[in-house]
């Protein structure tokens, strides 16, 4: 029971999904986070926006 109380460390953060530093943006159509190095920008009414698909950018664009 106690092991179960004791977090390993892997469980604290997960570096290897998102190191320390890296900014993230959320994507307006599916409100999924990720790293801005390797989001898609789009302008969409005069306004740019963040996306991690052009399929998300399309669909944003179309509401």
């Given at each position: 029971m106690i092991r179960s109380?004791?977090?390993r460390p892997a469980d604290i953060h997960d570096t290897a999904?998102?190191?320390i530093g890296t900014?993230?943006?959320k994507d307006p159509n599916c409100n999924t986070y990720i790293p801005l190095k390797s989001a898609i920008v789009g302008n969409v009414k005069g306004k740019s926006h963040y996306f991690c698909s052009k399929e998300c950018e399309?669909?944003?664009s179309n509401k």
């Open positions: 109380l004791i977090a999904k998102t190191p900014d993230m943006v399309k669909e944003y």
